[in-house]
């Protein structure tokens, strides 16, 4: 029967046939009291009443779009009054629709009786006299699996579903559909129905022909059982007046093909001896192997390749096979190459972009010089701590701190500091050189250092950024490599980290940026940690830290939320130095990858509240 906000349904009754969809010819007209009970089906074989408007009542006529003359309404049994039917342009006929969360209610509301319907002048009692439907239908399907209320199948495979009726319910006027709505590109329902068997049929089935589905599409199926338990032809002419009880049971279903790649792995260049990583991503696969020259490698299974260390015996092509139920798809080959020179990607400029505030009047980032194999030779340093200048085009950035302070940290002693820049000629020559943006003027109240003496050493620096007391706005501290590129061989040290730990409130973020460097591409670890700072006694931790990574056109080209204990990250941090996390189940957000020359921020912010974290940036050797 029509069955309001649910998918088409066409009835068939007496050998009569009505579309009940507006715009659809009709080669008949009926008069309709229905009760009726809606469910999900949720496994196999089980099934869920809903729990908002699982029960319902429906008087309908169907079979003219214009005003009949006299009343059009519904009578209840009793004292229960009437419902007046409205037309409803959707539907295509008179209607009056309440839903009701449970079976009690629906029957305080609509008593079994006799109902009486009117409309053009005519009328016609009709007894609705038993109980609900027994039970929802439920399908069985050939094939798929079953998650959530949702059937995933293979595409390739046909579906057939079948569903029966209640025992008690397989003779007399009894109808069975089933539909799967839009059910492939530029086609309408699938469908079918027991009338075209004859009525009181006891079980439907409907098949789905191979490759119907399409990949990453949602369907809905929906599966009607009616019992018609009283049909007047008599009393009003022309209409085919009918009592029905009837079930409405549906589900989510979706199709897997072999796998579809969204992501394929890229060609890499890196220096001898750096980390590489190779990622692919393909939403429908079960299962990953990434070959090299056609080779599988041995434990190369996920949907990431990492080769820490990577040197010349690893040049070479790489795929990498997704595969699922249905089959196998490779990818394009991805080339790795070792590039020889001193111009190697590494990381050249680091910074944090955050607000003080009267809660939070200063915040410490800090950095490691130095990196493996490099010599204990000093390195000069361009460090600001930029609020004025943040104003200008085209940064333009609104309520930037008026007047940062920075101060320089190796351990407890003072490296250096600086209050105000004053145009310092020294300073100038460095910020044209490394290729910062320029102050705003020379007496803008920016601060910058430019020391040449720092050493690599254990513990790094601190970088200590504050205002003026009482100050509130927008800072941002930065590091830059001041070494020229042509003294720049593989032992000169290098910045190879940047942290920082800090309260961030709801609904704000912390920006981490950082530029790689050279003419290769350079490996990185970022880390927003903060479930994993509660090992260390830290209060108020932000509970989910969630990491986005954003190239220099404000592309999101990687996210993590919670970094599910990747065991190629876990050897990435140990590699790094950084601490574990020893939950693996944490809801820590780590990004592992390998990134052109160019610039990149990170974004971090809470998925689910302020707090508490730490920001880290780390080259992978």
Not at 517 to 524: D, E, F
Request: glycine fraction near 12%.
């Amino acid at each position: 029967m029509k069955l309001p906000s649910l998918l088409r349904l066409v009835t068939f009754v007496a050998g009569l046939s009505v579309f009940a969809d507006a715009g659809r010819a009709q080669s008949g007209a009926f008069a309709v009291v229905n009760k009726q009970v809606r469910a999900a089906q949720t496994g196999a074989a089980s099934t869920a009443v809903l729990t908002a408007g699982g029960y319902g009542f429906d008087a309908h006529v169907e079979g003219t779009a214009t005003v009949p003359t006299g009343p059009v309404a519904v009578t209840l049994p009793g004292a229960g009054g009437t419902r007046p039917l409205a037309f409803s342009p959707d539907a295509g006929q008179w209607e009056y629709i309440q839903f009701f969360d449970t079976a009690a209610a629906l029957a305080a509301a609509f008593p079994n009786g006799t109902y009486g319907l009117a409309f053009g002048g005519r009328s016609t009692p009709l007894a609705l006299t038993g109980d609900l439907y027994p039970a929802p239908p439920v399908a069985t399907a050939s094939t798929g699996t079953w998650s959530g209320g949702t059937l995933t199948v293979d595409r390739t495979q046909p579906l057939t579903l079948t569903i029966n009726f209640s025992q008690n319910y397989s003779a007399g006027a009894s109808r069975l559909g089933v539909t799967v709505g839009g059910a492939g590109p530029n086609q309408g329902d699938l469908s079918a129905d027991t009338s075209a068997g004859g009525f009181s049929q006891a079980q439907l089935s409907l098949t789905v022909p191979a490759n119907t589905l399409v990949v990453g599409r949602t369907y809905t199926v929906q599966l009607e059982a009616n019992r018609i338990v009283a049909l007047n032809a008599t009393s009003a002419p022309g209409y085919n007046v009918v009592a029905v009880y009837s079930a409405v049971t549906t589900f989510t279903l979706t199709a897997a093909g072999r796998p579809v790649f969204a992501q394929q792995p890229s060609t890499q260049q890196i220096s001898n001896n750096s980390t590489v990583v190779f990622s692919a991503l393909a939403p429908n696969a079960t299962g990953y192997q990434w070959l090299k020259a056609g080779a599988p490698i041995a434990g190369a299974t996920g949907a990431s390749l990492v080769l820490f260390g990577a040197t010349t015996a690893d040049a070479g092509a790489y795929t990498v096979v997704a595969g699922n139920a249905s089959g196998d798809t490779t990818s394009f080959p991805a080339n790795l190459t070792i590039a020889a020179g001193n111009d190697f990607g590494r990381l050249s400029n680091l910074s944090i972009l955050t607000d003080l505030s009267a809660s939070t009047p200063e915040f410490t980032l800090g950095t490691v010089i130095g990196g493996a194999n490099t010599t204990a030779t000093p390195k000069p340093l361009l460090i600001r701590a930029v609020g004025p200048s943040l104003a200008q085009p085209p940064l333009n950035v609104e309520g930037a701190l008026s007047d940062p302070k920075l101060e320089v940290f190796a351990g407890q002693a003072l490296a250096a500091s600086n209050d105000d820049w004053a145009g310092a000629d020294n300073l100038k020559t460095v910020i044209a050189r490394v290729g910062a943006f320029p102050f705003i003027n020379d007496s803008s109240r920016d601060a910058a250092v430019f020391p040449t003496s720092l050493m690599p050493r254990d513990g790094g620096y601190t970088i200590r950024v504050s205002g003026a007391p009482g100050a509130a706005g927008r800072v941002l501290a930065e590091l830059y490599d001041a070494t020229s590129i042509t003294a720049f061989p593989p032992a000169t040290p290098r910045l190879i980290n940047v942290s920082v730990r800090k309260a961030i409130d709801a609904g704000t973020a912390l920006t981490a940026g950082f530029v790689i460097g050279g003419s290769t591409s350079k490996t990185v670890l970022v880390r927003a940690i903060g479930p994993g700072l509660a090992a260390f006694g830290v209060p108020g931790v932000m509970a989910d830290p969630r990491l986005d990574l954003f190239n220099s056109n404000s592309v999101t080209i990687a996210s993590n939320d919670n970094w599910g204990g990747d065991a190629q990250k876990v050897q990435a941090c140990a590699r790094v130095g950084a601490f574990a996390i020893d939950r693996p189940g944490s809801a820590d957000a780590m990004l592992l990858i390998t990134l052109v020359p160019g610039s990149y921020s990170a974004v971090v912010r809470g998925a689910t509240g302020g707090g508490t974290a730490l920001v880290e940036v780390y080259e992978v050797p």
